[in-house]
Nanobody, 129 residues
Framework: EVQLVESGGGLVQPGGSLRLSCAASGFTFTDYAMSWVRQAPGKGLEWVSGISRRGQVIRYADSVKGRFTISRDNAKNTLNLQMNSLKPEDTAVYYC??????????????????????WGQGTQVTVSS
């Protein structure tokens, strides 16, 4: 059974930092690209960042470029998102998602649900003073 379990969310002041993690199980983690996708209150899904199966290719949404860092530890089947200089507009539920495609250098840069076959339950990030 495929499982993606996010952790690390919480309440942080503007300018602060959080580190999200996603523990993956039930599939060969190194065979698939992974992404972080978020959903702010009352809004649709927004793709945040993606990483290829071995971490060779990384992409970020313009809204988080320079502030967020995605990484993966294939030995521990873990996907991470280091978030610095957080802004109120980063408030959202953050999901990790397993891409359907597994090309070596493939990275999804879309929030289209057709790009992914498994999602975590999400972790809430609230940026507020």
């Amino acid at each position: 059974e495929v499982q993606l379990v996010e952790s690390g969310g919480g309440l942080v002041q503007p300018g602060g930092s959080l580190r999200l993690s996603c523990a993956a199980s039930g599939f060969t983690f190194t065979d698939y690209a992974m992404s972080w996708v978020r959903q702010a209150p009352g809004k649709g899904l927004e793709w945040v960042s993606g990483i290829s199966r071995r971490g060779q290719v990384i992409r970020y949404a313009d809204s988080v470029k320079g502030r967020f860092t995605i990484s993966r530890d294939n030995a521990k089947n873990t996907l991470n998102l280091q978030m610095n200089s957080l802004k109120p507009e980063d408030t959202a539920v953050y999901y990790c998602a397993k891409a359907i495609r597994g090309g070596l250098l493939y990275v999804s840069t879309s929030a289209d649900t057709k790009e992914y076959d498994y999602w975590g339950q999400g972790t809430q990030v609230t940026v507020s003073s």
